[in-house]
């Protein structure tokens, strides 16, 4: 989530409960019309990432690897067309966590051999977040990846919702990262129990 994404209410509410509902992780992604830049930027991540670690979140930035850098974040997330994973993980070292944004079995195998972590592969459905998304792929792609790579964390991503999610989770994802199925919702508490619900029934547990 970014600043612009939790419509009228405080983005730094809907974090915290988001985070008091049981969100794992919490990627910040600050892009867009009226996206926050320069100081105003640093303090709202440094905002975001005092909440995250009072909850013992990682907390991860979406593409800007100096503001990762610069204040300490946990990790950092990089599409194809940022810089590539290889060089990334040489500038935030071995212990910090790297996420690539993949949409095939070359591009993960890629992602693999520079030193990512895990990877976030959609969009799965159609999604409103992203002005610059693709088409929609289904979860084809999520399954050939997870055939040839099993031991690989994949993140499911793009227009997901409770009601959808278990397709997803049924295709071997290890996570789901959504932004206006939570920051929208009514009751966000709520609808973070029932993403939760759909890991169990989509992976039969």
């Not at 009072?54 to 194809?80: C, K, R, T």
């Not at 055939?147 to 397709?167: K, S």
């Amino acid at each position: 989530m970014g600043s612009q994404n939790s419509a009228a209410k405080d983005p730094l509410s809907t974090l915290e409960e988001a985070l008091e509902g049981g969100i794992t992780h919490f990627q910040l992604r600050e892009k867009g019309k009226g996206a926050l830049t320069g100081t105003a930027l640093r303090d709202f991540a440094l905002r975001c990432q005092q909440l995250c670690q009072s909850y013992s979140v990682p907390f991860i930035i979406n593409d800007d690897i100096e503001l990762a850098w610069n204040i300490g974040a946990d990790g950092v997330h990089v599409g194809q067309d940022d810089e590539t994973a290889s060089q990334v993980r040489q500038l935030i070292g071995d212990n910090k966590v790297l996420g690539v944004s993949v949409h095939s079995v070359d591009e993960a195998r890629l992602a693999i051999q520079d030193g990512a972590d895990y990877v976030g592969m959609g969009p799965v459905f159609g999604t409103t977040s992203k002005t610059d998304a693709k088409k929609p792929a289904g979860v084809e792609e999520i399954i050939a990846v997870k055939r040839e790579f099993p031991q690989l964390p994949i993140v499911g991503i793009g227009g997901i919702t409770p009601e959808n999610a278990n397709q997803v989770w049924k295709a071997g994802v290890s996570g789901l990262a959504v932004i206006s199925a939570i920051a929208n919702a009514i009751d966000i508490a709520k609808q973070v129990e029932a993403f939760q619900l759909s890991c169990k029934e989509g992976i039969g547990r």
